[in-house]
Structures are given as C-alpha cells and as structure tokens.
C-alpha cells in the first residue's frame, strides 16, 4: 500500500495533539513501495524530511513544511528459535506494545519492562526505548531499513546502532538518513527477569508468582498510575533525558540535597533524576493556559487542550533554564523539536 497526500494534517499524529500539517505525506507498507517513490520521483530530495511513528516523541512548533514520511510495514512473526533463544521480526509500523504483549503471551522475555512504552516498533530503536531496568537495545540483534543518501537497502548489527542511554546511530550521526522497516529481536525462552526498579517485584507478586505476564501486569499499573495517558492529555512521555554527571558533581549535589535520587551510570557517571531536580525547581503541576507539567511526574509536560507547541517549547526553555540556576546542571531534551 502506498498513500501520497498533500497538506496532511498531524492532528492525529502527534500526541501532544497539535494542530499541524506537513506538506507532503508518504505511506507505505513494503519495503520496494518506498523504493520505487523515492527512485521514480526525484523530487522529494529537495524537501525537509521526517520519518514520523506515531509521534509519540516528537513537538511540533508550527507546520512541517517537508515530506513527512511513515513506515506501516505490518507484521510481527518467528524467524528462527534454538533451546535458549527466539529470533522475532517485526515490521516498523507495528505498535510497539502488541509486540510487547505477544512476547509475554509466548513465554519469551527481553522485553516486558518496556510494556505500554507508545509508539512504533521502528522508532524502538532510533532512541533506545527504556523502561524499569530494560532498554530495547539489549534485545535487538539487527535493524532493517532503507539508506536515503545511498538508495540502498541497509542492515545494522546491534553493536553498529552504537546504542546509549536514548540514543543510537539513527539519533546522532545518521539522522534523518535512514528509514528502518523492521527490527529482529533475540529473546529469551528462560529469562531472568529484571525486578529491580521501583515497585515492580512488589506489584509483580500481589498477582501470584512472578512471570512474564504478572510483570507486565505490574508495569502498566505502575506507569497507568503516573505517566498521563496520550489519549486523554496531550504529552510525549519523559520531556527530558536524565542527566548524566560526573560521579563528583553528583555527590556533592546528592550532600546538599539528601533525597536526590542518584543511579550509577558508568565507572565515571552518575544519572540523576530530572523529574526530581524539575520537581524542587517549583515546577511539578504548574499551568500556563494549557500547557503545564504533569501533577503526578514532572518530567512529563502536557498539553490541556489547546496549547501550541511553541508554549510547550517555550515552557520546557524556562524549566531548563530555573533548573541550570538552582542546580548547575543543564536538562537535554529527550523529545525532538521541529
Ligand atoms: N521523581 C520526583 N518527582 C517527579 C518525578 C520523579 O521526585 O516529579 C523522582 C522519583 O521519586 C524517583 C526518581 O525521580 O525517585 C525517578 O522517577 P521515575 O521512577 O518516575 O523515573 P524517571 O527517571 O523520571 C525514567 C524514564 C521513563 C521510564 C521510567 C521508569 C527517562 C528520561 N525517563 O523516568 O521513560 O518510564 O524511568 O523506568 O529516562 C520516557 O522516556 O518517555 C519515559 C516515560
């Protein structure tokens, strides 16, 4: 299936919600559908371009005056399984927690921290989903796609993603240049499961025993109870990244202010929590008209109804800025502005 439309609204696109158009749209669900459009109409190389999911992590500060492109390649399905492990493919354009629940159905682990995660099973990688201890990296063995500056059809092993903390390859010196279309995930028939975050094993044995499916069962409480759904209140999930400091600058925050959440990061880092540093800034509940920062986690701004991405935008600068002034330490947006 291919779809080209001109003026496309991204209303529905994006979960802020923002009123927004791009001036071109192209869909398409095969791989040689993309190949063909892009090899017969040379054209589209003079446009801006996006590759747009569900817009799960994306604001918009006003139209998008490009080609918005959308992987819908469907289809999630076994590839190959020895006695320890299963290969599973799935297209771009699957959403990204049905692959969850149909790994938890099948008994394979890897991936079932990252339950109710929203978005595309392609831009899973692109910024290295995380959740509760797990991060998709860790479970993806190869990533498919198609190379807009060559033509070509591409392949990336897992150690040439160069996966971090949400990010990657397709994040950094890649940008905008690859279009994934599926991504082969390696799990596990006996996993050990990652317990070790938060409430999970509490939640997780108030079902019965610990499983895959009482984990998942755990996770969507657990995030159904702070993260805002996007159906209901515009947002992008985390609007920041954590910071990662150095171990020194850590501590001495962490002396002065106890009850500053600090994890290790590696031998030299230390990751502290943005929503508790955005929290003690003042911010956590705040309103402006109808963008805010969500009551329950601060880390999280959100859309009332009617705010433009630009008062979102301008927003999150004043959070960044009250937060570098009180704390000396400098928030990096996780969501990607256009
Ligand atoms: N905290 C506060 N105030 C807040 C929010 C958090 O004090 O308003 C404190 C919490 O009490 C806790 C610590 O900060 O001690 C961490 O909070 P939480 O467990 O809610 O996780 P997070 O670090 O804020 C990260 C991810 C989330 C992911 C959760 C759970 C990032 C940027 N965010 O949030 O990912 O769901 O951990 O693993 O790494 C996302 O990327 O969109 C996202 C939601």
Known sequence: MIRFLE???????????FDVKAKFCFAFTELADLHT???????????????????????????????????????????K?????????????????????????????????????????GAAPVQNIGAYGQEAGNAIEIV??????TGEIVEFSAAECEFGYRSSIFKSRLKNRIIITSVVFILEKFPEFILGYGDVEKRAL???????????????????????DVTELGN???????PVVSVKV??????????????????????????????QAGWKGYRDGDAGVHEK???????????????????????????????????EREVNCF
């Open 236 to 242: 992008a999930g985390s609007f920041f990244k954590n």
């Open 144 to 149: 498919k796609g198609f190379d807009l500056k």
């Open 206 to 228: 108030e079902k019965g025993e610990i499983n895959l499916t009482t984990i998942r069962e755990a996770i969507v409480e657990i995030r159904r109870s702070k993260l805002p």
């Open 297 to 331: 986690q601060a880390l999280v701004l959100v859309n009332y109804g009617n705010a433009t991405g630009q008062q979102i935008f301008d927003l999150s600068e004043k959070i960044k800025q009250s937060v570098f002034e009180k704390f000396g330490i400098e928030l």
């Open 37 to 79: 459009f892009l090899h017969s109409n040379q054209s589209w190389k003079e446009e801006k371009l996006l590759v747009l999911g569900q817009g799960s992590n994306i604001l918009f500060t006003g139209d998008f005056d490009g080609l918005v492109i959308q992987p819908q390649v469907p289809g999630i399905f076994i590839v």
């Open 7 to 17: 003026d496309f609204s991204l209303k529905q696109h994006n979960t802020f919600g």
């Open 81 to 121: 399984e020895d006695r320890q492990n299963v290969w599973i493919e799935a297209g771009a354009g699957e959403i990204w927690d049905d692959l969850v629940q149909f790994t938890v159905d099948y008994g394979f682990g890897g991936i079932e921290n990252l339950s109710l995660i929203p978005g595309n099973v």
């Open 250 to 279: 850590a501590q001495d925050l962490k002396q002065k202010y106890p009850s500053l959440p600090v994890y290790p990061a590696t031998a030299e880092t230390s990751k502290l929590a943005a929503g508790w540093l955005i929290e």
